[in-house]
């Protein structure tokens, strides 16, 4: 038989009957190639129970009974099998009318019946029962319009290279529609019409089907699984719905932010540092603010600039420090923009201020800068900032500041003295730069986390250049308002300087519950949910519009498992790294101290230091790599 014989569409002769086929060169000589020509196997043999199609064999099955109810997604492990399938459904619409009378009369049968039962005292049938209930509450919403009846015919032709491979695959096909009290059968002695019915020309052959009404119906519909990528960018996991790829690139979509919700333990730090270290290989510059010291190593091995603020540091950063402007900007806008900056700065240091004390903090920040010979009209690259200490000079001179100059002399005389009052030498010229603050006291964190922000928004506004700024532990900026709304309006503006900030938490109730929380989430193109305490889910969910089975599936997520975001779509996510990213970005101590354990022995047992290797071919430095461990068994470590 000619594959042909199986489409509507064969050509037939004058008298009728099928063109016999030709040989290859008269198809070249005529230059005659039909579609069917080009997707046709060499020949085809039908079977009682499948249709041999040369390397392929075929196998068509249809349902024939449904449970009582059906649930939503009852059909999802089906379609998104590992497996090559193709699926039918035919959908015919009963007329309405023509139903109720044969509803009218099937009730008056089981009311006979029920009836007759306890004439006699039979016991009662909960079946009849049942039955009875069900055909009277369908008959209303079909008289009410609410419902329709539909002939529907569900097909599904499944493939195997040999027989016992397609068995294999009818065997996980039963086992997964039998347990929702769903059965199929084969089309036996009619796979040819099956096929036929399953091949996407609308040619129902078969002719099986089944009534359902329209709720039971729509839980088939396959509209619940889809791809999240786009053409380019970097992997963020698989699709838990499929096992597709979720690729993005941040910086082609409408902004370049992101946010990440998640407990503690969760995976937030392993999946940023993975999204760090594949960023970090499509030639993005990132900086890192690490409250917790988790981004040292990662800063080590792929060579970049570990920077360890805190009030014993070598390291410091001058607030007053000036961005420089670029041909686009007003020298003024700068310097007015960085003075409301440092009012901010200031409110947070003093624990508020009143508006006469605003207007004093406001004016004396003027007169500093003014005492440097720093105006509108000067070249801030060459000139020289002045200090906080100088700035307490300022303000020690002017009517009503004995507060502020008592309240901020703790700064620049006291025990919080060396973090602040000294000129920067942190140099940002790596590709990745890390911020940490662990060893900053709480009180000050936010202070901290406010001054590393400022300097490297004027460090970003710069040049020109594609960077991610990651904030991680971003509930410390979000607890002040100040913080808070310097932390927002970077984010808005970051996409004019090609910055895309990352802001992570394990604190939803601090993030969400501050008046900028809502605006962070709005602005970002992509959000990233993974396993939620029960204690935040509820706000998660609010905020996110999940669904209650989108809430449970955040509570019962593994590590590295949660929900991705892109605009309005979003799907299941989990994380996976390679052997390698893995050994790079753990954050497991255990794991953590049997590379370091390793390092040393290696280093003992050799004379010359470890070698030096890149991490990836586009990485942007190197340094020692870490340890050689044992091989893996898989190609693919999950989180």
Same mark, same amino acid.
């Given at each position: 038989m000619a594959f042909s014989d199986l489409l509507p569409f064969k050509k037939k002769t004058a008298a009728g009957p099928d063109i016999l086929p030709v040989l290859p060169e008269e198809i070249y000589q005529t230059g005659v190639l039909d579609l069917q020509d080009?997707?046709?196997?060499?020949?085809?043999?039908?079977?009682?129970?499948?249709?041999?199609?040369?390397?392929?064999?075929?196998?068509?099955?249809?349902?024939?009974?449904?449970?009582?109810?059906?649930?939503?997604?009852?059909?999802?492990?089906?379609?998104?099998?590992?497996?090559?399938?193709?699926?039918?459904?035919?959908?015919?619409?009963?007329?309405?009318?023509?139903?109720? @009378?044969?509803?009218?009369?099937?009730?008056?049968?089981?009311?006979?019946?029920? =009836?007759?039962?306890?004439q006699k005292g039979m016991v009662r049938d909960p079946m009849l029962d049942t039955a009875y209930s069900d055909l009277e509450q369908l008959r209303d919403s079909l008289q009410q319009a609410q419902e329709r009846i539909f002939d529907v015919g569900?097909?599904?032709?499944?493939?195997?290279?040999?027989?016992e491979e397609i068995d294999k695959v009818e065997s996980d096909v039963r086992s997964i529609l039998e347990s929702r009290l769903v059965y199929i059968r084969p089309a036996l002695f009619q796979q040819e019409q099956g096929f036929r019915s399953v091949q996407p020309q609308c040619t129902h052959e078969l002719d099986e089907h089944t009534k359902l009404n329209s709720a039971p119906l729509s839980s088939i519909f396959p509209f619940i699984s889809f791809d999240l990528t786009s053409d380019r960018g970097i992997l963020y996991g698989i699709n838990r719905h499929n096992s597709s790829l979720i690729l993005f690139d941040r910086?082609?979509?409408?902004?370049?932010?992101?946010?990440?919700?998640?407990? =503690?333990?969760?995976?937030?730090?392993?999946?940023?540092?993975?999204?760090?270290?594949?960023?970090?290989?499509?030639?993005?510059?990132?900086?890192?603010?690490?409250?917790? @010291?988790?981004?040292e190593y990662l800063a080590e091995t792929?060579?970049?600039?570990y920077f360890n603020i805190s009030l014993s540091s070598e390291h410091h950063i001058n607030p007053f420090d000036l961005a420089i402007p670029r041909e686009d900007e007003n020298p003024s806008d700068v310097l007015r923009n960085n003075i409301i900056t440092l009012v901010g700065l200031f409110r947070?240091?003093?624990?508020?201020?009143?508006?006469?004390?605003?207007?004093?903090?406001?004016?004396?920040?003027?007169?500093?800068?003014?005492?440097?010979?720093?105006?509108?009209?000067?070249?801030?690259?060459?000139?020289?900032?002045?200090l906080l200490s100088d700035f307490e000079l300022v303000l020690s001179g002017m009517e009503g500041s004995e507060s502020l100059v008592q309240r901020l002399s703790k700064y620049t005389k006291g025990t919080w003295s060396g973090f602040m009052n000294r000129p920067t030498n942190v140099d940002m010229n790596k590709k990745?730069?890390?911020?940490?603050?662990?060893?900053?006291?709480?009180?000050?964190?936010?202070?901290?986390?406010?001054?590393?922000?400022?300097?490297?928004?004027?460090?970003? @506004?710069?040049?020109?250049?594609?960077?991610?700024?990651?904030?991680?532990?971003?509930?410390?900026?979000?607890?002040?308002?100040?913080t808070a709304s310097f932390l927002f309006s970077i984010a808005k503006r970051g996409r004019k300087y090609y910055l895309g900030i990352s802001t992570i938490t394990q604190d939803v109730s601090d993030f969400l519950n501050s008046p900028y929380g809502?605006?962070?989430?709005?602005?970002?193109?992509?959000?990233?949910?993974?396993?939620? =305490?029960p204690t935040s889910v509820d706000l998660v969910q609010s905020t996110f519009k999940l669904s209650d089975e989108e809430k449970y599936l955040l509570l019962e =997520?593994?590590?590295?498992?949660?929900?991705?975001?892109?605009?309005?779509?979003?799907?299941?996510?989990?994380?996976?790294?390679?052997?390698?990213?893995?050994?790079?970005?753990?954050?497991?101590?255990?794991?953590?101290?049997?590379?370091?354990k390793a390092k040393q022995d290696l280093e003992k047992s050799s004379d010359v230091p470890a070698p030096v290797r890149p991490i990836a071919p586009h990485a942007p430095g190197t340094d020692t790599a870490p340890a050689p461990q044992a091989p893996s068994s898989n190609a693919l470590r999950e989180v």
């Open positions: 080009v997707i046709a196997p060499h020949a085809l043999k039908v079977n009682s129970r499948e249709l041999d199609l040369g390397e392929k064999i075929a196998r068509t099955f249809f349902v024939i009974s449904y449970p009582r109810f059906l649930t939503t997604g009852w059909f999802a492990p089906i379609i998104n099998m590992d497996k090559v399938i193709d699926i039918s459904i035919f959908v015919h619409p009963m007329d309405t009318n023509e139903m109720l @009378r044969k509803f009218q009369k099937k009730v008056a049968e089981v009311q006979s019946q029920i =009836s007759t039962r306890e569900l097909y599904l032709t499944i493939y195997g290279n040999t027989r910086f082609s979509l409408e902004n370049y932010n992101s946010v990440t919700f998640a407990k =503690s333990g969760a995976g937030k730090s392993y999946t940023t540092k993975l999204e760090i270290l594949r960023s970090l290989m499509f030639d993005t510059e990132v900086i890192v603010i690490d409250p917790e @010291r988790e981004y792929v060579g970049g600039r947070i240091m003093l624990g508020g201020l009143t508006p006469e004390e605003d207007a004093v903090i406001d004016k004396a920040i003027t007169e500093t800068y003014a005492l440097k010979d720093i105006t509108s009209d000067t070249n801030f690259a060459q000139v020289e900032p002045p990745l730069v890390v911020f940490s603050v662990r060893d900053m006291e709480d009180d000050l964190k936010p202070v901290a986390m406010y001054i590393i922000t400022h300097h490297i928004w004027n460090q970003v @506004r710069k040049e020109l250049r594609k960077r991610l700024l990651v904030i991680d532990e971003a509930w410390w900026m979000m607890r002040s308002e100040d809502i605006p962070m989430i709005t602005n970002s193109s992509i959000q990233l949910l993974l396993r939620q =305490s =997520s593994d590590v590295g498992e949660g929900i991705f975001f892109a605009g309005l779509k979003h799907v299941a996510l989990k994380v996976i790294a390679s052997y390698t990213e893995d050994q790079i970005i753990t954050s497991d101590p255990s794991q953590i101290l049997a590379i370091k």
